[in-house]
Each structure stands twice: as structure tokens, then as C-alpha cells.
């Protein structure tokens, strides 16, 4: 009865250092989307996966903002050369059908 | 005008109280709709999904109208612990499971 984990919890590093966030869905949930969220702020999609489609990346805010889903299940968010503005909480949830479970997310700071 | 758009509060109540918090949608082709609830620091968690004829989960009453494209959710005989950001999230259209959230209403429950 696992929910959907994520790691590191939290993760400090330095401005232009690449990152990856690893995030593990509920069982048999075809589909995966990861959040941002800033302190204070509301969720900012990034990008969706459902299935073997093509995934949804209309919200990946720029070209060093990457993610990967392999198999179907763990997926990974790649930021590359970090910086100080992506400082934010990275959620990750999954769904069989429209509701959505979150995990607990990767606090990430950018120094 | 925002595809989801909540009153952001914050909503300050005692405890006992009746709360209600309203939420607007843009695209009459949602199909879905939920209130999820966010404690500070913490990931969203599925509160109630919202039906068309409207549905009640204990102290908890959720209901649609989408002649005027807005659902609603009341809150009777609040506790403390209700003390959250309440978020409205309505799916794209067709079966498109990209969900659209709102930036959320605060509540607080005062002793």
C-alpha cells in the first residue's frame, strides 16, 4: 500500500550544479506529473506522463529542465546548471484515473 | 481570465462555524473536479472529488453548478485541524487528464 515517494527529501546545492529528482508512483498508476511550487506560491506544472505517449513538457520552464520516465514507473527531473530561481519544493504525483496522489516532495535549495 | 480562480483568503472563522469557499472555472468542457487540502509544508492531499449532483463526506459538502462554471465546498462545524489551503482543480477538457489548479483559498479556525 506504498504511496508515491520521492528523493532526496531535501537537497542543497550550488548555483551551476546539475540536480536529479527521483520520484516513484504508486503501482500501476499510468500516469506522472511533476509540480513545482515556491514558498507561498501555488503548483506550476512542469511536465506529464501518461503511458508510452509522447510526454506533455508545455511546462518545463526552460531547456535545462529535462525528465525521464523509464519503464512506465520511476521517473527523473534533471535540472541542469541550477540556479538560484529554482529554489522550490518539486512534487511529483500519480493517477490511474483523474485524482492525482502526491508525494511529499524534494525540497531543493540553489545556493 | 485564469483558467481556475479561487478567492485567496484568508478566511478567519471560529470554531463551530459554517464556511464557504467558491471557486470559478473557464473551460466549460471540465469534466472533472476536486478540492484538494494543503497543510503548510505539506503535499496536496485529495480531499473529495465534486459531483455533478453534488456529494457530502461528513462535515465536508461539495457542489457543482456549471451553468455558471463554478463549484463550491462548504465547511460545517470547523475544527481546528481544518486550518489549511483548500485548492480547486478542474481538468482540461475531453479525457485529458492534465488537471488545472487553483493558487488556493487559506482558512484559518480560531479557539
Request: glycine letters at 10%.
Given at each position: ?28 498508476h499510468t500516469a506522472l ?17 501518461q ?43 500519480s493517477s ?16 | ?96 487528464r ?14
Amino acid at each position: 500500500g506504498a504511496g508515491v515517494s520521492q528523493s532526496p527529501s531535501n537537497k542543497v546545492t550550488e548555483k551551476g550544479k546539475d540536480v536529479e529528482l527521483r520520484c516513484d508512483p504508486i503501482s500501476g498508476h499510468t500516469a506522472l506529473y511533476w509540480y513545482r511550487q515556491s514558498l507561498g506560491q501555488g503548483l506550476e506544472f512542469l511536465i506529464y506522463f501518461q503511458g508510452n505517449s509522447a510526454p506533455d513538457k508545455s511546462g518545463l520552464p526552460s531547456d535545462r529542465f529535462s525528465a525521464e520516465r523509464t519503464g512506465g514507473s520511476v521517473s527523473t527531473l534533471t535540472i541542469q546548471r541550477t540556479q538560484q530561481e529554482d529554489s522550490a519544493v518539486y512534487l511529483c504525483a500519480s493517477s490511474l484515473t483523474r485524482m492525482q496522489f502526491f508525494g511529499p516532495g524534494t525540497r531543493l535549495t540553489v545556493l | 481570465r485564469k483558467e481556475v480562480e479561487q478567492d485567496p483568503g484568508p478566511f478567519n472563522v471560529p470554531e463551530g462555524a459554517t464556511v464557504a469557499f467558491n471557486c470559478t472555472y473557464s473551460n466549460s468542457a471540465s469534466q472533472s473536479f476536486f478540492w484538494y487540502r494543503q497543510d503548510c509544508r505539506k503535499e496536496p492531499k485529495l480531499l473529495m472529488s465534486v459531483y455533478s449532483s453534488g456529494n457530502e463526506d461528513g462535515r465536508f459538502t461539495a457542489q457543482l453548478n456549471r451553468a455558471s462554471q463554478y463549484i463550491s465546498l462548504l465547511i460545517r462545524d470547523s475544527k481546528l485541524s481544518d486550518s489549511a489551503t483548500y485548492l480547486c482543480v478542474v481538468n482540461g477538457d475531453g479525457n485529458n487528464r492534465k488537471l488545472i489548479w487553483g493558487l488556493g483559498t487559506s482558512l484559518a479556525v480560531n479557539p
